[in-house]
């Protein structure tokens, strides 16, 4: 798969199969997140791995619609400086998150953001030191083969080029 058919096909997948990523896989995933670009290569991020079932289902408690990971097979939880030091933090650790969805899909495998509403209890449960913030994370499994995927928003589509795009001016 090229990365146009990747961006043209990827979409937000909930429910996953019942079945472990092999090793390899996660692996690939995670040092996708690690080859991704960042401002003045600073690297802001660490990422814990959660693969346990039971890990799963109480780390999907820490956001409001973050339920999918509970059935993810992996969940990555993106650690980052505070946001305070520079602005790009966040924008780094999206583009993190962008590449190991690639690489993911490219692989077969689904995956959704989730934003983690309680970051006390999220380190909590994973132990990371207090100069490290939790903002969001990623559920990833095999997607449900015929089973529709929830969809949150009642949304529908995406906007047209020409309603996003602007040329020279607004």
Not at 73 to 101: K, N
Not at 117 to 137: C, M, N, S, T, V
């Amino acid at each position: 798969m090229d990365v146009s058919e990747a961006i043209r096909t990827k979409h937000a997948v909930r429910s996953f199969e019942d079945k472990p990523l092999p090793e390899e896989v996660v692996r690939t995933i995670l040092n996708a997140g690690r080859l991704a670009q960042s401002a003045k290569n600073m690297q802001p991020w660490q990422f814990v791995a959660i693969q346990d079932k039971k890990a799963l289902n109480a780390f999907s408690k820490h956001g409001h619609h973050a339920t999918h990971i509970a059935g993810a097979a992996l969940a990555v939880a993106i650690l980052t400086f505070p946001p305070e030091r520079r602005f790009s933090i966040l924008f780094d650790a999206g583009q993190a998150a962008a590449y190991m969805q690639l690489a993911a899909w490219e692989l077969g495998v689904g995956s959704c953001l989730a934003t983690i509403y309680q970051p006390d209890k999220a380190r909590e449960q994973l132990g990371f030191p207090d100069e490290w913030h939790i903002h969001i994370a990623i559920s990833f499994g095999y997607p449900t083969v015929g089973k529709p995927q929830p969809r949150p928003s009642p949304r529908k589509g995406r906007m047209s080029f020409d309603e996003v795009v602007h040329w020279e001016k607004w």
